[in-house]
Every structure is written in structure tokens, then in C-alpha cells.
């Protein structure tokens, strides 16, 4: 089977909301192919976004990440084989919300071509995922930036 030699591949859409002009509603959804298939991961965010200068805005965001128990073994499971090689106890989560996350964005239009990138992201592992063995620190943080040139 040809889906099963590509490692990871994914089809979703995904769904933005202004309920205002600076507040969105956003989600996506993911269905997983390859050696994750069946996989489903969904995710939730509410994003406020604030200019605080002419050419630099700011966005916060809030939101969880549900997924389906494919998805969720597929990540986070421990089977009978992987226990043998690793160690770990076999263990099967459910389905269920997997994170909940907060997100910071810092966004600086430098010029026409030139523009940073910042950001802070901050997730919360819950239900059967944060216990799995593989788990160890349920709480994540990741700080990114990038300098981008537009043509």
C-alpha cells in the first residue's frame, strides 16, 4: 500500500470568523494519512489582534486541540512492540481535548520588503494523552522568530 510508505501526510480545511474587526474565531481540521491514518486532529482558537503602531500589530491567541483516538495512540500510545523496544508500558489514550494552548505574536513590517516575525506559543497536554508514558513535562513553551524578505 503506497499509504503506508509516506511517514505523514494530511487533507483539512480550515475556518476563520471575525466577530469583530480586531477578534477572530479560527479552526482547522486535519484527517491523517500514511502510517498515521484515521488519524483526526481539530483545533479551536479565539485570536484578538491589536495594531500598536503603524507598521507593527500584535495577536494573542486561546484555544484547545481535540483529537481522535488515532490520532491519539498514533502520538502518544504505547503498543506491544513499541513497549518491548522502549520500555515504556503499553498504553492506549481516547480521544478527547489534547491540549489547551496560548499563543503571543509580535509582527514589525520594517519596510515594504522587510518584515520580523515573532512569537511565543505555550501548551497545556490534558486527558489521556498527558498521561501517557511517554509524557515528560505535560507543559510546553516555544519562542520563534524570522526575518522575511518580500519580492
Same mark, same amino acid.
Given at each position: 500500500?503506497?499509504?503506508?510508505?509516506v511517514d505523514m501526510g494530511a487533507v483539512g480545511g480550515f475556518f476563520k470568523y471575525n466577530l469583530t474587526e480586531e477578534l477572530q474565531l479560527t479552526t482547522d481540521l486535519s484527517i491523517y494519512t500514511g502510517r498515521f491514518r484515521g488519524g483526526a486532529l481539530a483545533d479551536l482558537d479565539v485570536r484578538? /489582534?491589536? $495594531?500598536?503602531? !503603524?507598521?507593527?500589530?500584535? +495577536?494573542?491567541?486561546?484555544?484547545?486541540?481535540?483529537?481522535?483516538?488515532?490520532? +491519539?495512540? %498514533?502520538? /502518544?500510545?504505547?503498543? *506491544?512492540?513499541?513497549?518491548?523496544?522502549?520500555?515504556? *508500558?503499553?498504553?492506549? !489514550?481516547?480521544?478527547?481535548?489534547?491540549?489547551?494552548?496560548?499563543?503571543?505574536?509580535?509582527?514589525?513590517? &520594517? %519596510?515594504?520588503?522587510?518584515?520580523?516575525?515573532?512569537? #511565543? /506559543? +505555550?501548551?497545556?497536554?490534558?486527558?489521556?494523552?498527558?498521561? %501517557?508514558?511517554? &509524557? +515528560?513535562? *505535560?507543559?510546553? #513553551?516555544?519562542?520563534? &522568530?524570522?526575518? #522575511? /524578505? $518580500?519580492?
Open positions: 500500500d503506497v499509504g503506508d510508505s484578538k /489582534y491589536t $495594531r500598536v503602531a !503603524p507598521h507593527q500589530s500584535i +495577536a494573542l491567541w486561546s484555544g484547545l486541540t481535540w483529537g481522535n483516538r488515532d490520532f +491519539a495512540q %498514533s502520538q /502518544y500510545g504505547v503498543t *506491544p512492540d513499541q513497549s518491548l523496544n522502549s520500555g515504556f *508500558p503499553v498504553y492506549s !489514550p481516547t480521544a478527547g481535548v489534547e491540549d489547551v494552548h496560548l499563543g503571543l505574536n509580535w509582527r514589525w513590517e &520594517i %519596510s515594504s520588503s522587510w518584515m520580523m516575525n515573532s512569537g #511565543v /506559543y +505555550a501548551t497545556h497536554l490534558t486527558g489521556s494523552v498527558a498521561g %501517557s508514558p511517554q &509524557i +515528560a513535562q *505535560p507543559n510546553n #513553551v516555544s519562542v520563534s &522568530i524570522g526575518l #522575511v /524578505y $518580500r519580492l
